[in-house]
């Protein structure tokens, strides 16, 4: 069955330290890679998407995410963290592109301590 | 304001009394989806729709029902809801093209 992975659960940052949030999933063939940010009590907002092209990809508030085929990721990162980017993270792959069918990770609660 | 609107956004109920969530979005979108978002598992979808009359199971449709009679909205059915329902909501649309979803602002179920 295909699935996304995130492998840290929470993380803790001081502000300016940098970030990097791993995502793997499971499938091999064409993919849509998102990475969306919950903000407490809010809903889902996009950061970033990779369709195809260049597999760096700049998002919103200085996020960027790498897709690396070869490894089945899209990680995440942003150089400088600040204290409003304390949230919730979702990596989110569509592995039957054009369908609709979307599969997120288990997500990642980011706290920045300022 | 392109938005999609979730109603009710809090609702507390009991075992078996049959309970709708609405969502509707003003984008003139062909797709919508409903998720589950629980602690430790993300989001989770439970169906979602390409158009009009088209609707197909995510991955955790069991005690759910939807319908879609109308492009703008698409309402989430549960028949007989049970405690293992307590979670909280979230319905999307996008262009199938276009796949980043819009997001509601969530329904907080609890089923007692």
């Known amino acids: 069955a295909q699935s996304v992975s995130q492998h840290n659960h929470h993380v803790i940052l001081s502000e300016a330290a940098s970030l990097e949030l791993g995502c793997n999933y499971s499938?091999?063939?064409?993919?849509?890679l998102f990475w969306y940010v919950q903000y407490p009590g809010q809903h889902l907002q996009l950061l970033l998407k990779?369709?195809?092209?260049?597999?760096l990809v700049k998002g919103i508030k200085g996020f960027e995410a790498e897709f690396i085929k070869s490894k089945f990721s899209f990680n995440l990162r942003k150089p400088s963290v600040q204290w409003s980017d304390t949230a919730e993270y979702f990596c989110?792959?569509?592995?039957?592109?054009?369908?609709?069918?979307?599969?997120f990770g288990q997500g990642t609660t980011l706290q920045v301590k300022p | 304001e392109a938005q999609v609107t979730q109603n009710p956004r809090y609702l507390i109920t009991v075992t078996g009394k049959k309970l709708t969530v609405t969502c509707s979005q003003n984008?003139?979108?062909?797709?919508m989806s409903w998720y589950r978002q629980d602690p430790g598992l993300g989001l989770r979808q439970i169906y979602y729709?390409?158009?009009?009359?088209?609707?197909d199971k995510g991955d955790v449709p069991e005690g759910y029902k939807v319908s879609r009679k109308e492009k703008r909205n698409f309402p989430l059915i549960l028949e007989s809801p049970s405690p293992n329902q307590t979670s909280l909501y979230f319905c999307?649309?996008?262009?199938?093209?276009?796949?980043?979803?819009?997001f509601g602002d969530g329904t907080r179920l609890s089923i007692l």
């Open positions: 499938y091999g063939g064409t993919v849509n």
């Open positions: 729709s390409m158009n009009v009359e088209v609707t």
């Open positions: 984008m003139n979108h062909e797709y």
């Open positions: 989110a792959v569509n592995a039957q592109v054009n369908t609709g069918k979307l599969i």
């Open positions: 990779y369709f195809s092209g260049d597999p």
């Open positions: 999307a649309s996008s262009f199938i093209r276009d796949q980043p979803q819009h």
